[in-house]
């Protein structure tokens, strides 16, 4: 059965790495829901978060194909029970929508969204939740004429455990000095 | 760690230094724009790391494969950029599918060129990604030590396999302090996992509580060297094992608890007995489709040990219930003293059995066929007889590379070199050649078909600058037989495509100053096979065989392998 799993990986920040593991995908003609790549709490570690629908058994797979590659430390994947996860989506409105009526501020009160720049041509209100949230938000202010749309990838962390990079990394030491 | 040294050399010069520091002695390559400061310092370290030229890149890549498979050594080719690096994709994704550890090479062209589709650029790195180990952009001098102490402990350490490295010409002429220190860890990179005797001690359990244990080796056995310590397994537990297409040679083909090949012209016992035993005990060997036929009637009965190491490879196709991540030779050495010595007789006499059936209706008219026309069958089994199983058998793809699996004989580890995974025609020659060179001592055979051979014949050329003492028997059906089995049996005799028109191989031979004879009856046969084994330097045998026989056993493609047919 499909269903949506967040894989993540901390690898090295190497160039040609993203592509490596794109291609991961791509043979299997797996579609990538949302990818996020930013450097992890350890500098020179990058960490990966794909978005993927798809069976668990192709999913493990996967994951154990990314942690093969050279450059990549420790892939894992989980459910989205298991993670606290977030989007963040920018959405740019007329100025004179808000300004015509208090509709769109109080949209922006009920979702827990924020301004963050407002001009006399345009104004951009940010807000930060699961893709159901952001597109409700996206369809409530389409109403009155979203000039501009973008959510990024998906960031997440685990409920548990917690992520120790660096006693990961010590262990890894440990591991490396034990192999003859 | 080996001590540091220091000078100023250029990034060709380094190269160079660094095979040498690496234990390089062969290396097979063609020139070009992009390499051609490597090329000057090949030819200043020539006395220390010998070049072969090829005659077509492809030749390269395969002949280093070959080398590299007969030797254990990482194989070294060296091409130059576009069409130079185009050219050995073949062997690269060869080489990844069968775990052949190569360096390849590959001139790129200067820095400030990248990306601007300049004279014969190609995205190597993306090219290659798919299909390598590792691949690394050298754009500058200094980053070659490191590379290439990396490219060659990724290709060589854990699971083998192809590196690329895509030398920019501007990184070959720099000048730089050339300092050397080979790499033994990665931090990202754990290539052997270390044994849990936990799961030795479980896979144990269940092998001396099997009633019907079955082992079965691949390739994995002879890249960590465990050929002692599996005979050693398998005579401790009585355990009837069979060889996958590249396990070959990794046990006495005449030890009695050797059952023969799995696969789809596999031997018969091998392949009906993975659904009847209990414990099925894997090792060193992937679970290929040609091995399982359909997954999902594939040893359904049976507790899954499953030896490998790589972790990727575990559940991939076939789940295991005990799963022993390591190196083969280590885990096959804790799980000897666990295990409890025993016998299988009669379990092992099922499979002799079998053995008799099949050579009631199979082997006896492939190896002492009765009919008029010679058959690839007999051809081996002579060769295999005048050679005494002391030979390195390489084989091309299809009819021929499916009999000589069936029929060469081994004694010897490394005996059998053969394009598995990615079943490349025109690997034969080339690979032959790499594996003369790499074993000068040994008797080299490579059996190819009339169609593959013609896939890489211009290495004949190489094979005749180099003297290169190889031994090659064209089994000739005038037919690309494999594809036309399969048209035979599955697509009511239309052969589309199949038959060959061929030249004359015997003067293709001798425009190349190469001995050369031609056998079309049996009474010429064992004859010219003595011909060929005493000459000294490379022969090529031709060996007109019939046209239309058929290789069997058969697994049908998606078949159970229970399902496998002795007749048509
Ligand atoms: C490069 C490549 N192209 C096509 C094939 C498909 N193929 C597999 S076996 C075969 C026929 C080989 O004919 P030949 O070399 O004469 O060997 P035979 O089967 O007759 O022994 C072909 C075309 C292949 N394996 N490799
Ligand atoms: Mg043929």
Redesign the pocket.
């Known amino acids: 059965m499909n269903q949506e799993f967040i894989i993540s990986a901390f690898t090295e920040n190497h160039i040609g790495l993203l592509n490596r593991i794109t291609i991961i995908f791509t043979r299997r003609k797996i579609n990538i829901e949302s990818l996020t790549v930013s450097e992890s709490a350890l500098a020179g570690i990058s960490k990966f978060t794909i978005v993927v629908n798809d069976t668990q058994d192709k999913v493990s797979k996967v994951v154990k194909q990314i942690d093969k590659l050279v450059e990549v430390l420790k892939a894992y994947y989980h459910t989205n029970e298991e993670m606290i996860y977030q989007e963040i989506a920018l959405y740019k409105v007329p100025t004179e929508a808000l300004t015509s009526s208090n509709q769109i501020e109080s949209l922006v009160r009920q979702y827990n969204a924020r301004i963050l720049e407002v001009t006399s041509d345009y104004t951009v209100i940010e807000k930060t939740g699961k893709k159901e949230e952001t597109q409700e938000l996206f369809e409530r202010l389409n109403q009155f004429g979203v000039l501009q749309f973008n959510r990024s990838g998906r960031v997440a962390i685990t409920r548990s455990p917690i992520e120790r990079l660096s006693a990961f990394l010590k262990d890894r030491d440990k591991l490396l000095a034990s192999i003859e | 760690m080996t001590p540091a040294i220091q000078q100023k050399v250029n990034g060709a010069d380094a190269i160079l230094k660094v095979l040498i520091k690496e234990g390089v002695e062969t290396v097979f390559g063609y020139p070009g724009g992009a390499v051609l400061p490597l090329y000057d310092a090949i030819m200043k370290y020539h006395h220390k790391v010998h070049h072969v030229l090829v005659r077509h890149e492809q030749g390269a890549v395969h002949a280093a494969q070959g080398y590299s498979r007969a030797t254990g050594k990482v194989g070294v080719c060296i091409v130059t950029s576009g069409p130079g690096a185009t050219n050995i994709i073949t062997g690269i994704a060869d080489a990844m599918m069968d775990s052949t550890p190569l360096v390849c090479v590959i001139g790129q062209v200067v820095a400030p060129l990248l990306g601007t589709d300049a004279f014969q650029e190609a995205d190597v790195i993306g090219l290659t990604m798919p299909i390598t180990k590792w691949n690394y952009q050298i754009t500058s001098a200094d980053e070659i030590p490191e590379a290439m102490a990396k490219a060659f402990y990724i290709a060589r350490s854990g699971r083998p396999g192809p590196v690329v490295l895509d030398v920019s010409k501007t990184a070959q002429i720099q000048e730089f302090d050339f300092h050397y220190e080979r790499c033994n860890k990665i931090r990202s990179y754990v290539p052997v996992q270390n044994l849990r005797v936990d799961k030795i001690k479980e896979a144990a359990d269940l092998i001396n509580s099997a009633n019907k244990p079955y082992l079965l080796f691949g390739n994995g056995v002879i890249i960590s060297g465990a050929e002692k310590e599996l005979q050693q397994f398998v005579e401790k537990t009585g355990i009837p094992a069979a060889w996958t297409l590249l396990g070959l040679s990794a046990m006495d083909t005449d030890h009695p608890l050797n059952v023969g090949m799995l696969g789809m012209h596999g031997n018969y016992g091998p392949n009906i007995k993975t659904n009847e035993c209990d414990v099925l005990i894997a090792v060193g060997m992937r679970f290929d489709d040609r091995v399982t036929g359909d997954v999902k009637t594939y040893a359904p009965q049976a507790k899954v040990i499953h030896i490998e190491v790589d972790p990727a490879e575990i559940d991939k196709i076939i789940k295991a219930d005990v799963a022993i991540l390591g190196d083969a030779k280590k885990a096959l050495q804790k799980l000897i003293e666990f295990v409890k010595p025993n016998k299988h007789d009669e379990w092992v006499n099922e499979f002799k059995e079998c053995y008799k059936i099949e050579h009631k209706k199979v082997i006896k008219k492939d190896i002492y066929p009765t009919k008029k026309e010679l058959t690839m069958g007999e051809v081996v089994r002579l060769v295999a007889e005048k050679v005494n199983g002391d030979a390195i058998a390489v084989t091309?793809?299809?009819?021929?590379q499916m009999i000589a699996s069936r029929y060469f004989k081994f004694k010897q580890s490394r005996s059998f070199i053969s394009s598995g995974g990615l079943?490349?025609?025109?690997f034969g020659v080339p690979a032959a050649m790499g594996a003369k060179l790499g074993q000068p001592n040994r008797q080299v055979i490579a059996f190819v078909?009339?169609?593959?051979f013609q896939?890489t014949l211009q290495e004949l050329g190489t094979i005749s600058q180099y003297q290169i003492g190889v031994k090659i028997v064209i089994?000739n059906?005038n037919?690309?037989?494999?594809?036309r089995q399969w048209q035979q049996l599955f697509f009511d005799k239309r052969y589309s495509f199949t038959h060959l028109q061929n030249p004359d191989f015997i003067k293709l031979a001798e425009a190349y100053s190469i001995n050369a004879r031609k056998v079309t009856k049996r009474e010429d046969l064992a004859g010219a096979i003595s011909e060929m084994i005493d000459h000294q330097g490379p022969y090529l045998l031709e060996v007109v065989v019939e046209k239309e026989d058929n290789v069997f056993p058969m697994v049908p493609a998606g078949a159970s392998v229970s399902k496998i047919i002795l007749e048509p």
């Open positions: 091309d793809v299809g009819q021929q079943g490349t025609m025109g078909g009339d169609g593959g896939m089994l059906n037919y690309l037989g494999m594809v």
